[in-house]
């Protein structure tokens, strides 16, 4: 009986075969990567915004960011003399509940607001 001739494997396609098999990227991978981030980059720097954080509305034009939510319920406190409620809030914004509670917990932490009673917070 004659022996069937094995093909050598290259040294080359075994290390393909193990990039594949284990989702390693491989440098044109890396290289796409990092072209797209210093695009953003480029973008967040053409734009001018602040702490390097896109706001949570988007762009209205290129020229002018929107407030981001953060902001947006700072100034609804604000409009409240003797302080707003979590209803009153989220009637103005439009947010939702879990967003308005995340950033009252920061406002309040920060010491921007304080919390005047239940449910009712007050700007400083």
């Known amino acids: 009986m004659a022996k069937k001739r ?11 075969f193990f990039m594949l098999t284990y989702d390693i990227p491989s440098r044109k991978d890396l290289l796409k990567v990092m072209a797209k981030l210093e695009n953003l980059e ?12 896109l706001p949570a509305g988007g762009m209205t034009s290129l020229n ?4 981001t939510a953060f902001e947006i319920v700072l100034e609804v406190i604000k409009s409240y003399d003797r302080g707003a409620g979590f209803e009153e809030i989220q009637e103005k914004t ?22 005047k ?3 009712t917070y007050v700007a400083i």
């Open 42 to 53: 480029i973008l967040i720097k053409n734009f001018g915004i602040r702490g390097g954080r």
């Open 64 to 67: 002018k960011p929107v407030k």
């Open 117 to 119: 009673s239940r449910g």
């Open 94 to 115: 439009g947010f939702q509940e879990k967003k308005i509670r995340n950033i009252i917990f920061r406002l309040n932490k920060l010491g921007k607001i304080k919390r």
């Open 6 to 16: 094995v093909k050598a494997v290259s040294f080359d396609a075994m290390v393909k």
